[in-house]
Structures are given as structure tokens and as C-alpha cells.
């Protein structure tokens, strides 16, 4: 029975003749992204063979066909399709913990209300340019895009209380206030900020995977709506109607001529005028209004009504040392060889612990912004997280991408993508080019030990 060796998991498992490897990859518990269900439709499935290509059959059908689409190199295959008669060495589309949320079954509770009306913070965003890069994808690869942006952009917006109202194309609605929260305007405009940050963290990984910039705009108003379920029998949907909606939508495309991401009608702007920084404004007359109205671009959350929002901003504080530190974590909190991250407004911090040692530094790789370590434990199968996380040991952090090395104590790069060829392409996906773009160090953190506890710097 053949048997086959996944990267960068280094994972091996055993195919039964006639199989596809998509077949038993899933059967074998590896976790592949098959956004079509594995007829050929899509590319996201697809491999690149590093060892053993002798051993894969000529393409035929639709698999053929799609290689000469896309203009695959003939190492590049589709698992769904092919069925090695020999052992062999893949390495897989890149996989991290949002692919496994994107596969997830979970079920989310809709709240359920009747007609009423109610003050609510609308929230549109809507993808910049979408038009132009969906049509030089594969529709299904588009699809495979689109949940993945959809997938971040709605766990922020969750986390903040808000209520995903609808996906129209590449845009999203969401509600808050639904409960009568008095912060709701406030989370929305943290969940309008945090979608921001997702959105510059994943730019690298679709520049790299589909060599397309990535830019998304955000509106947001704070209005009377009528707030109820509409749909036929068996499929209603909360929603809002009215003309808050109206206004959301259109300063959300007011972002497009001022040249900026994220505005706020003054609506809006009033009920948290005195606990975020506005950078800038400027003013419109929007479609179907006849008077000019105030738009606010949004910089961040004052640390105060951050901290007033998330109990994890909400740290214990002190100046020492001519800097601004929080406090992290108890310091037996990590053993020996243990890792930790923590979230905060801006990045995912990483606190390793090796030979007695903590590190501090940002859990994005310098290369594409993917994580080092996976955040969150608490999907289906975690043991299905472990084998592709980073390796940190003597001193250095090996990043589980590429293989990119850091030195730990001053975040230089030790070797660049070992796992790239000279030219920065990947070994079988010469079609994507160089990718070797990106090169800079580790991103660290200073951390202080006092009277038992672990503290944090972010100022430099």
C-alpha cells in the first residue's frame, strides 16, 4: 500500500489503490480545503508533488482541462482527481486555522424579534476592485476567497456584539444594538477598526496565493431602523429596514472619492465622539439627500474606552523604566518549552518560554502575515492544529511557512524561505513567481518580570 508524506505537516498516511489523495488525506484526519466538494470545479485542493511524480498518472478530464486553464506547472495537481499508484512527498495549499473554521459545522443563534423600531449602528463594507480580480479568477477559487475574508470579518464582528444582517456579493451588513447595549455604537466602531486590521493581515496571503491587492471600506451610521424577520416560511431572517440603512450603505461608498477606509456619519460620531480620535473629515452631500452632511475617518479607540470594552485590553497598567508596560500573565503561567498567545486591538502577541527564557513577539510571519501558532484551541480536533505550528528552540524561531529562521533575542533573520528556490519561487508552483517579497525581522516585545508577574511594551 503506497504510502504518502504531507508538508508541512509532515504527516504520513497510507492510500488504498484507486483512491484519490483527497480521499485519503480526509480519511487520514488531514484537514484540505475542497471548496467545490472535490469535482474539479476549483483549484484549492490542488498539491505540488515534491518527491514521487513518477508515480502520479498523466492528467486526464477535468483535471486536465484545468491545469491548461490555469497553466499549472505538471507538478502542480488537483487531489480530488489524482490517484498516485506509488509513494510520494505533497505539500498541500496553504491551511491554517480559518480554512478549519471555514469547515467547521457550527450552528450560530439568530436572535428573533417582531417589527419594532429601534436605534441601531448599521455597519456596511464592501470590497474595493472586486469586479476586476473576481474576473481573473476561478469562479469557485473566488468563492474559496470571498468565505475566507467572510469568515475573519465575522468573527470580529461576533466578538463585538454585532449581528451579521446579510452578504450581498462581496459586501456585508451587519447590526448593533440589538440588545439595547448602550456601548453599541462604540463596538461597532471597535469592530470597524479590528475588520481593518484582519483585512492588512491577510493582504500578503492573497497578494502571494492570487497576486491581487486587497482593499476593503467600511461605513458606518447610528439611526432609527425598523428592526424585524422577513422571509417566506421556513427561511426568515432578521433584518433592518429603513432609511439608516440607506445612509450606512452610502458612507460606506463615500470612502471611494475621499480616498479613505473606514467613515462614520456624524450620527454616529456623536455617541462616541468623546472616546475615539478621529484623523480626519470631510463633507458630502450622499445620494439621495439634498443637505451636506459630516463624514469622520476613525484612527483608533481612546485607551480608556478600549479598556473599557474587552477585559483583556483592560490589563493592569504601570510606567517603568521610561516606558508604558502592561501586565500579561502570571509569571508560572508557561512551562518550559510552552507557548501562549494573546490577543490585543492590534496584533496576536506570542509568549514562548525555552531554556527558562520568555520571548515576546508578533504571531505573523514577516513573509505573508500568517501566524507562527494557532490562536485559538477550541475548534473540533485541535491535535489537528499541532503539526503545523512553528518551531522555537536555541535561541531561534523557525517559521512553519518556509522555514524562514529569526534569532529570538534581536529578531534578525537568520536564513530567508529555505523552504523557496533561488529565484523565490516554491518548488512546483513556479507559476505563482517570486514570492520571496516581504523580507524583514521578527517583530519583538519587550517583557518585564516583577514581584511575580509578566508585563508587556508596545511603545518603542
Same mark, same amino acid.
Given at each position: 500500500m503506497p504510502r504518502l508524506r504531507s508538508q508541512p505537516d509532515d504527516i504520513f498516511f497510507d492510500i488504498d489503490p484507486g483512491e484519490t489523495l483527497l480521499e485519503a488525506a480526509l480519511r487520514a484526519g488531514l484537514p484540505m480545503t475542497h471548496v467545490c466538494g472535490g469535482h474539479a470545479k476549483c483549484s484549492t485542493c490542488r498539491v505540488w508533488v515534491l518527491e514521487g511524480l513518477?508515480?502520479?498518472?498523466?492528467r486526464t478530464g477535468a483535471e486536465a482541462e484545468m491545469a491548461a486553464r490555469l497553466g499549472l506547472h505538471p507538478g502542480i495537481?488537483?487531489? =480530488?482527481?489524482?490517484?498516485?499508484? %506509488? %509513494?510520494? !512527498?505533497?505539500?498541500?495549499? *496553504?491551511?491554517?486555522?480559518?480554512? +478549519?473554521? +471555514? !469547515?467547521s459545522q457550527l450552528h450560530r443563534r439568530q436572535p428573533a424579534k417582531v417589527g419594532e423600531l429601534q436605534d441601531v449602528a448599521v455597519f456596511f463594507s464592501d470590497i474595493q476592485g472586486f469586479t476586476s480580480f473576481s474576473e481573473a479568477l476561478m469562479p469557485y477559487d473566488v468563492m474559496y476567497l470571498l468565505n475566507r475574508y467572510f469568515?475573519?470579518?465575522?468573527? *470580529?464582528?461576533? #466578538?463585538? %456584539?454585532?449581528?451579521?444582517?446579510k452578504f450581498i456579493g462581496d459586501g456585508m451588513m451587519a447590526l448593533f444594538g440589538l440588545d439595547g447595549d448602550a456601548a453599541a455604537p462604540l463596538r461597532? @466602531?471597535?469592530? %470597524?477598526?479590528? =475588520? +481593518?486590521? *484582519?483585512?492588512?493581515r491577510i493582504k500578503p496571503f492573497f497578494k502571494t496565493m492570487y497576486d491581487i491587492d486587497f482593499e476593503v471600506r467600511i461605513g458606518l451610521h447610528w439611526g432609527e431602523a425598523v428592526i424585524g424577520t422577513l422571509g417566506a416560511p421556513g427561511h426568515e431572517r432578521l433584518t433592518a429596514i429603513g432609511d439608516a440603512v440607506n445612509v450606512a450603505s452610502r458612507a460606506e461608498q463615500a470612502n471611494k472619492a475621499a480616498g479613505t477606509r473606514f467613515l462614520v456619519t456624524e450620527s454616529l460620531f456623536e455617541q462616541v465622539k468623546d472616546q475615539v480620535e478621529a484623523s480626519d473629515f470631510i463633507r458630502v452631500r450622499l445620494p439621495g439627500t439634498t443637505a451636506r452632511q459630516t463624514l469622520y475617518e476613525i484612527a483608533r479607540l481612546l485607551p480608556a474606552a478600549s479598556a473599557a470594552l474587552t477585559g483583556q485590553d483592560n490589563r493592569e497598567t504601570k510606567r517603568y523604566a521610561g516606558r508604558d508596560w502592561s501586565r500579561l500573565m502570571a509569571e508560572d503561567t508557561l512551562p518550559d518549552g510552552g507557548q501562549q498567545?494573546?490577543?490585543?486591538?492590534?496584533c496576536d502577541v506570542a *509568549?514562548? #518560554?525555552?531554556?527558562?527564557?520568555?520571548? &515576546?513577539?508578533?504571531? &505573523? =510571519?514577516? /513573509? @505573508? /502575515? +500568517?501566524p507562527f501558532f494557532n490562536r485559538r484551541e477550541n475548534l473540533d480536533d485541535p491535535g489537528q492544529l499541532r503539526p503545523d505550528e512553528s518551531r522555537a528552540s536555541s535561541g531561534e524561531l523557525v517559521c512553519r511557512w518556509h522555514n524562514s529562521r529569526f534569532d529570538l533575542a534581536t529578531g534578525e533573520v537568520i536564513s530567508w524561505c529555505e523552504l523557496l528556490q533561488p529565484d523565490g519561487t516554491s518548488e512546483g508552483m513556479e507559476f505563482l513567481g517570486d514570492i520571496s517579497k516581504n523580507k524583514g525581522p521578527l517583530r519583538l516585545y519587550p517583557l518585564h518580570v516583577a514581584d511575580g508577574w509578566v508585563w508587556i511594551a508596545f511603545d518603542r
Open positions: 513518477e508515480n502520479c498518472p498523466e495537481r488537483l487531489a =480530488c482527481q489524482m490517484r498516485p499508484k %506509488g %509513494g510520494l !512527498t505533497f505539500r498541500r495549499l *496553504v491551511l491554517d486555522e480559518t480554512d +478549519l473554521a +471555514l !469547515t469568515a475573519q470579518m465575522g468573527e *470580529v464582528i461576533e #466578538r463585538n %456584539g454585532g449581528y451579521i444582517d461597532a @466602531v471597535n469592530a %470597524g477598526l479590528q =475588520c +481593518l486590521t *484582519v483585512i492588512d498567545i494573546f490577543e490585543f486591538a492590534d *509568549v514562548l #518560554r525555552r531554556d527558562g527564557q520568555l520571548f &515576546a513577539f508578533n504571531n &505573523a =510571519c514577516p /513573509h @505573508v /502575515h +500568517l
